[in-house]
Structures are given as C-alpha cells and as structure tokens.
C-alpha cells in the first residue's frame, strides 16, 4: 500500500497519486530582461529576485506523473494552489512569497515592498511555472512534468550546507490524494553571486535512487 493510503478509508479507490521529484533548491534568479517595477516610493529596474537578508529559499518539485487510474476514479480537479509544504510550524503555499521576501539581485539588503512584490511575483511566475494554474485530467496516468515552486523562510542549520537544501514533502490540499516522492536530494542552485534563470530551471524528473 501506498504512504498514505491507511489514512484514505473508504475512498481509497478514488484516490489519486501524485508523484513527484524535489529537483531543486535556489536564493536567487535571474530574469531573462529586466524589468521595470514601480513602488511606493520609487520607480527601480529589476534584473531579477534575491532573498533579502538570506532569509528564505525556493523549493522546485517536478510532478512526474498523476495516476488518476483507479477502478472508482472521476476527473481530477489540478490546481496549482493547492500544494504546499509544512515547515517552521507553519504550511507555505505556492504562490506569491510574504511581502519582504524579495530583494534587489544585485542589493539583497533591498527588499520588495507590497506593490513591487506583486509585479515581481507576475514576472518569477511567468519564468518559473511551465504548467497550468488549473486543469480537469479525466481519468488515466499522464506525466506532465510541472513544476511548482514555493518560497520558505531560511533557518540557521548547524551544518551550512543544509541552509541551502530543506528537504519537504509536498503535499497537496483536497482530499483524496496520495504524494509519492522520488526521495532524491535536491540539487543546489542559485545563490546571490550566480543566480538561476529560466534556462537552468529542471524540465526533468531524476530516477529514484537505487539504494
């Protein structure tokens, strides 16, 4: 049986599973043109994103496959906003990241303000999200391979080398659904000095390790 399958009960056979490979872990991106942001106060251009004052990460998970063929199964309802990871005693949901959270890529001690952080969302959305926001799957297996990204905040790890590589379960709000992870460790990616951009973004699901 599946992990989460005993939890399921009586709709065990209309679950659907979702599987997926946490790929990637980055600070900061590049846009492919900077882009011009208005706001509160002042009008600045934006070569891309950091994370101000190091203070959180972003999290790619790559949806390998959904396996919407049970002997019950109905459409399954995809939507976008419904992933979400617990950390720090809190859930953090795809979508736009706290206000704050942004900062200039060359200036990190910049942060966004409400106004900006809006556009820039616009903007990391368009670069970063292959997939659908919604989409009804009738019944069957596809493998879309979408990603989704989604921000939490930085914690002070004992080993460095983990601030950069939280490891999360995505989980997936609507019942019912099973989340299966290829439990790879994700790779690191761009920090303040090299930022990621749309053409390192994965585009793949890696094979589960073999131990």
């Not at 409400?114 to 596809?142: C, H, I, S, Y």
């Amino acid at each position: 049986m599946l992990p989460g399958c005993a939890t399921l009960g009586p709709n065990v056979s209309k679950a659907v599973t979702i599987e997926y490979d946490q790929v990637m872990n980055f600070e900061s991106f590049r846009f492919k043109d900077p882009i011009s942001v208005q706001g509160h106060f002042q009008k600045n251009e934006w070569f891309g994103v950091g994370s101000y004052g190091d203070q959180g990460r972003w999290l790619v998970y790559v949806i390998c496959a959904i396996r919407n063929d049970g002997p019950s199964q109905e459409s399954f309802n995809f939507n976008i906003s419904n992933f979400y990871v617990n950390h720090e005693d809190a859930s953090w949901r795809y979508g736009p990241p706290p206000d704050g959270a942004f900062a200039m890529l060359n200036h990190n001690l910049y942060p966004a303000d409400g106004l900006e952080t809006a556009a820039l969302w616009k903007q990391f959305r368009a670069e970063t999200q292959n997939g659908p926001d919604k989409m009804v799957l009738p019944p069957g297996v596809t493998f879309p391979l979408w990603r989704v990204v989604i921000w939490v905040p930085h914690t002070q790890y004992a080993n460095e080398t983990e601030i950069f590589r939280p490891e999360l379960p995505l989980r997936y709000e609507g019942a019912p659904v099973v989340m299966v992870s290829r439990n790879n460790r994700p790779e690191l990616g761009g920090d303040l000095e090299n930022p990621v951009s749309h053409s390192g973004m994965p585009t793949e699901c890696r094979p589960p390790p073999l131990n």
